[in-house]
Structures are given as C-alpha cells and as structure tokens.
C-alpha cells in the first residue's frame, strides 16, 4: 500500500529515545486506514541511533549533520503525498496524523503545525507554552518542535529546507507566507521535551531563544548564532 504520508525524524545522538518515539508515532498510524512511512536521518557518522532501532519496517538512512540538510535527505527518500517532520523529543497528539490528513483536504492548505506543550509540570512552562502559540499563530510560522506538515509538490516548489546551521524551520515558513500559502495550527498541542529548558535553565533558554529569533528576522547570519545555541 502506498503512504499517504510520509514522516521524516532527523536524529543525531538519539538512541535512548529514538524507539519510544517511534513507538508513540505507530501507535498513532494504528488508527488511520492509510500506510504511514517513518523516515529515520541520522546525521551522526556513526550511525548510533540507527543502529538502536528496533523496529524493521522504518526506513533507516543517514546524511551529513545539519537538520535542515537530514530533512532533505528524508524528504527525498518519502514516497507520500504529504511530509511531516517530527523531533525525536517530541510527541504527537492522538489521532495526530488523521488530524493532519484532514486539514490538507482543504486544497488551500499547503503545511501546518500543531500548538505546543512542554513535557514538564512547572507553571513557568505553562506561560512558555500560551506565549509559543499566540506567536506562532500571530505570525504563522511555527518552530520545528511544533511538528511542521507540508504537502510534498509545495515543499519541493520552494526548493526544500535552507541548509543553514540555524532557524531553517523559521525559514521555510517565511518563504511559505511571503508566497502566500495557507499555514494551518492545530489545537490539540504536541508534547515537547523540557531537557534543553532544564539543562540550561529555563528563563536563560528562553530569552536566548528570543533573541536568536529576533537576530534572525533582522538578518544575523545563522552560522553566526549557531555560536550562541548549544
């Protein structure tokens, strides 16, 4: 049976979680009457989350490091229709892909992304989570940690993911809005890990991710933040 979507995972040093995530991802693909592909990219030379797969009917490959580069690289080994690019460290809502499936029935759509959580009980992050999803929907250009849906012609039309070291999710989508596409949120939130908050502390993490961004919009060269983002 042919995919209807594709799901494209870069990973690079994911090999504790890499299983859990695919795991969570099929569970959601059991309840489609459709064929799901999953796509693994990993851009570390060894091959060390590839090598922790368990599961035989994922597709494995490997590209060199950069996540705009390994999304490519998955993007040209999907068959589907549709492509979704998915963190290790995230998790989908149920009924995620069936959702996704739905909204691009609208011929208008041409990508999306969900609202998002952070897997963490503080209420600190329930405020990073409100501010995330007023901005992402103000300005329609969701994050990669937001579970990013394009249809496949309009993904290639634009020539794919930049391979910059940097913001290549914030990227595509300004070029998705400046031609006017149809970006479609849903709701019902993907559950993002905390690890990068926690380890680096939350209101540090938060502000620097502000900061990029804003450095980014007016034109700082992504290989130059690279150096601030760890």
């Not at 989350?49 to 999304?71: C, E, F, H, W, Y």
């Not at 989908?92 to 959580?117: Q, S, W």
């Amino acid at each position: 049976m042919n995919p209807v979507i594709s799901v494209i995972i870069p990973v690079y040093g994911e090999s504790d979680r890499i299983n859990r995530t695919i795991d969570d991802l099929k569970s959601s693909a059991s309840q489609m009457l459709w064929a799901t592909q999953i796509i693994v990219v990993d851009g570390d030379p060894e091959k060390r989350t590839l090598q922790a797969i368990n599961d035989p009917d994922v597709i494995k490959t490997a590209s060199p490091a950069g996540r705009g580069v390994q999304m490519n690289h998955g993007a040209r080994t999907a068959t589907a229709d549709l492509l979704l690019f998915l963190h290790a460290d995230t998790v989908l809502p149920a009924n995620a892909l069936k959702t996704i499936l739905h909204a691009c029935r609208d011929k208008e759509v041409a990508a999306g992304a969900f609202d998002l959580a952070i897997g963490a009980k503080q209420l600190g992050f329930r405020i990073i989570e409100k501010v995330a999803t007023l901005r992402s929907r103000i300005t329609r250009i969701p994050f990669g940690d937001q579970a990013i849906f394009i249809k496949s012609k309009c993904f290639w039309d634009l020539g794919g993911y930049k391979p910059i070291a940097l913001m290549e999710d914030v990227e595509i989508m300004l070029r998705l809005r400046k031609k006017g596409y149809k970006i479609h949120f849903i709701s019902d939130p993907v559950v993002t890990s905390a690890r990068r908050w926690k380890k680096e502390g939350m209101i540090y993490t938060t502000l620097r991710n502000w900061m990029l961004q804003l450095l980014f919009y007016i034109g700082v060269r992504p290989e130059t933040l690279k150096t601030y983002y760890h």
